[in-house]
C-alpha cells in the first residue's frame, strides 16, 4: 500500500485546511485509516482515525470539534479536514494505514505511511 499525503500549508490562528491521503496498491487489505501528527522534539501522536466504511471513527481529545476525519471509498482517499486551527497543532501530519480489525490510535499499530505534509499555524 503507498500513502499519499498532501494539503498542508501555513494559516493564519483560527483558519481550517483540509488535508487529504490517496492510498494506491493493494488497498482491499486496508481496514482502517488514521492521521497521526509529529513537531518538533515530541512524539508522533494520533489525530483521528476511520474505517473504509466510516462504522468506527476516534478522535485525539486536542481536535475533537474542529477536525473532521472522512473518506471517499471510490477515489480512496481520505481527509482531514482542520477547522479553528491553533498554533499547538503546528506539526508534520502523516496518513498511515492498518490491515487489521481495529481502530488504533497507537503509532507501532499501522504499517504503511504516507511521506508528510507540514501544516504551520501561525499566530
Known amino acids: 500500500v503507498q500513502l499519499q499525503a498532501s494539503g498542508g500549508g501555513l494559516v493564519l490562528a483560527g483558519g481550517s485546511l483540509r488535508l487529504s491521503c490517496a492510498a494506491s496498491?493493494?488497498?482491499?487489505?486496508?481496514?482502517?485509516m488514521g492521521w497521526f501528527r509529529q513537531s518538533p522534539g515530541k512524539e508522533r501522536e494520533f489525530v483521528a482515525a476511520t474505517t473504509w466504511s466510516g462504522g468506527t471513527i476516534r478522535y485525539a481529545d486536542s481536535v475533537k470539534g474542529r477536525f473532521t476525519i472522512s473518506r471517499d471509498n471510490a477515489k480512496n482517499t481520505v481527509y482531514l479536514q482542520m477547522n479553528s486551527l491553533k498554533p499547538e497543532d503546528t506539526a508534520v501530519y502523516y496518513c498511515?494505514?492498518?490491515?487489521?480489525?481495529?481502530?488504533?490510535?497507537?503509532?507501532?499499530?499501522?504499517?504503511?505511511w504516507g511521506q508528510g505534509t507540514q501544516v504551520t499555524v501561525s499566530s
Open positions: 496498491g493493494r488497498t482491499s487489505s486496508v481496514y482502517a
Open positions: 498511515a494505514s492498518d490491515k487489521n480489525i481495529r481502530v488504533s490510535m497507537q503509532v507501532i499499530d499501522y504499517q504503511y
